[in-house]
């Protein structure tokens, strides 16, 4: 398996401006690449291949002052990067998008650079922990958390951050196979995401939204007083600093939240079943966008999906359509307002949260998707209130749970 770690850098000054030049001449050699790509097309009508630039490097390095002084392996991960991204705007215009061509890189727009197979390694010097790289320095890292003994360092990806923070991320290949899914899931889960309570589930679990509305008020102050200042001014770029670093203290408090949950749902469950939503064209809706946007629904989505393979835990996706629609007990469809809370089935009188209802609507489809059977612990049955030991029995029964064809029977027999 592949695994990401992410360290923070500790580089002195003189670091710093060496880890800024070696980021500049990798952008700059990225601008060359796109205008050499350009070039070649007009010239033979097609495009270059990757090792056809690649090859160009060391006759580069004669006449170019500063690119020698750039590890060979970094220098073609730059020219890989540039083909990657024009693998992406191909993939994009497969599918209907309006794209354009590769932009030209401004300094601001190119903030990471690639050791890829060799040239780094983690060491011990001066009692302290140091990221060694090859042809640059041996820079301090605060590994807050260990890398596993069998894992294997593929590569390591320097990146400044726009607060001027320089963080490692190291590409890990761990040698072992993820827990073997359980056929017959016993601890199901299934999730519905909203604005007002982030996640309700079929557990009876209402999840808030992480409160961050001290750190937006925040961030509006200081890009207030960032609008007054005279553009290009020492003051402005002070004021732009700050302004960052509000936006990474909110983003990293939100992606701290959705990391915490998303863990609890891989580990605590066999099986979770969520929406398969269209996150991107949620957003782009008239209305409420801001927080459609900041509940990062689609961010929390991906994490899930990752964690729960990484668990040996089932990840579901389902359509999302006529979920908060349809009764979890009967299965009749009945259309309300987004300003009504509660579902109410005028078929058989369940009533519940709009939110949880379609929960277990959720993990009723989830369940039926992948096939597996019912958990001896039937999660329907214990979401209707007491005495409606008939008003499950049709939804359940279908699913093939035996503890609900028993409370058929005695229903009918009733």
Known sequence: MYYAYK???????????ELDRHRDICRQLYNHTRYRLNEYRENHGELPSMTTLRSELPDLKKWWDGLSDVYSKVLQTVVERLFNNLSSLSALKQNGYGVGQLKWKPPREFRSFTYNQSGFKLDKKGGQTVLSLSKLADIPIRLHREIPDDATLKQVTLKKEPTGEWFATFGVEVDREPPQKPDRPKNVVGIDVGILK??????GHAIESADLSDERTRLEREQRKLSRKQHGSNNYEKQRR???ECHADLKNKRRDFLHKLSNYYAREYNLVAVEDLDAKGLVELDGN?????????????????YKCEREGTHFVAVDPAGTTKECAACGVSTDKPLWVREHSCPSCGFTADRDWNAAWNILSRGIKQVGAGRSESTPVETALPRGTTSVPAK???ES????LKERTASAVSE
Request: net charge positive; no cysteine.
């Open 242 to 244: 700050r302004v960052t």
């Open 400 to 403: 093939g749970s035996p503890i």
């Open 198 to 203: 982030y996640a309700h589930d079929t557990d």
């Open 395 to 397: 939804r359940v029964v």
């Open 289 to 305: 966008s801001r927080n459609r946007a900041g509940a990062a629904w689609g961010t929390f989505l991906r994490m899930l999906e």
């Open 7 to 17: 360290y923070r850098l500790e580089p002195s000054d003189a670091q710093r401006e």
